[in-house]
Each structure stands twice: as C-alpha cells, then as structure tokens.
C-alpha cells in the first residue's frame, strides 16, 4: 500500500506544478502586455524633402502612414495592437493609391516590403504567448522599412532635380553654341561682303 500511495503523491504533485507554470506565463505576459515599452524611442526617421512632401500630403494616407509608423516606438502591446492595425489601413490605402509620379519600381518595392514588414508584426502581435524578443526585432525591421521607404521617396525627387538641371544646363549649352555658331557665321557674312 506504501508504494501505491507513494507513487499517487509523486503523480499529484508533478500534476500540480505543471498547472502553476501556466498561471506564471498568463500573468507573465499580461504584465508585459500593460507595463514593458517596446520599440526605438529614439529611432530617427527621415524627413521629407520639401517636394516630396507636396506629393506626400497629395497621397491620400501617407501621413498617417507616417504618423503611424512613428508611434509604434515607444508603446505597449496594448497600444502596438492599436496602432498596427491603423499602420497596415495606412498602407494599404497608399499602396493602392500611389501617384504616377512615385509609380517607380524602388518606390513600389519598399512599399511593399514595409506592407509586409507590417503585416509580420501585426501577426506577432496576434499571437497568444508573444516573445518579447521576436516582437521587439519585428519593429526594429519595421523601423527600416519606413524609413527606407521615405529615403527612397526623397532620392527620387532629388534625381528628379538634378535630371531638370540637367536638361536646364544642356539647353542653355545648345543656346550657347548655337550664339557663339551665329556670331561666327555673321562675321564670316561681314568678311565676305567687305572682300
């Protein structure tokens, strides 16, 4: 009867500390959901140049693709929830939406690699145990997938500017040369009419 009884104890007591764990966990995560900040807070994003961001306030949901995309640094899960919803709308109103002027393929890609980037941590989000350390890598990659996508943005006006140079600059050669080939034929026009 001792060993029956023995090996019922041994069995009720691994049962009933492999129930505990389970508590710690739920409480665990519940207290990262409500206490730990998640995110660069001091991530530095870039700015739009003055051009592009012409275009950026003509671009139906840019900036609260913008807006959102910012704020994901520095929130709880509670809020990340929040605001990554509103950053994946965002985007995909953008996407569906891009002026034919942004239509590059640069531009085109790094908006779908920052719809994606924040679909994966929408999905992370979802999750019922979430890892604090895969979530925190989720918007760190989020984090570049903005900013490189408004980096991009801003080099495509910039070349846009430097092509309008460009041409400026050869026009005014072709006038140049086109003077410079005027005076030589009006003085070979002098020079005849004086011989």
């Not at 006038?175 to 005027?182: G, L, N, P, R, V």
Request: net charge positive; charged share 30%.
């Amino acid at each position: 009867m001792k060993p029956y009884f023995l090996l019922f104890n041994t069995i009720f007591l691994s049962l009933a500390s492999c129930g505990n764990p389970s508590k710690e966990v739920e409480t665990t995560q519940e207290n990262i959901e409500t206490t730990i900040i998640f995110g660069e807070e001091g991530f530095v994003f870039s700015n739009l140049s003055e051009n592009a961001k012409n275009y950026g306030m003509q671009w139906g949901a840019f900036e609260d693709f913008e807006i959102e995309a910012k704020s994901i640094n520095g929130s709880t899960i509670d809020g990340l929830r929040t605001k990554t919803k509103r950053l994946v709308r965002s985007l995909d109103s953008i996407s569906k939406r891009v002026p034919d002027t942004l239509r590059t393929k640069p531009i085109v890609s790094r908006l779908i690699v920052a719809k994606t980037r924040a679909m994966l941590l929408q999905q992370e989000l979802q999750k019922r145990n979430i890892d604090s350390v895969r979530l925190q890598l989720q918007i760190k990659e989020m984090n570049h997938a903005a900013k490189n996508l408004i980096i991009q943005i801003n080099e495509k006006f910039l070349k846009d500017a430097i092509d309008l140079q460009r041409i400026d600059s050869e026009k005014k050669e072709i006038e140049s040369q086109k003077q410079f080939m005027d005076s030589i034929f009006k003085q070979e026009i002098k020079d005849n009419k004086s011989n």
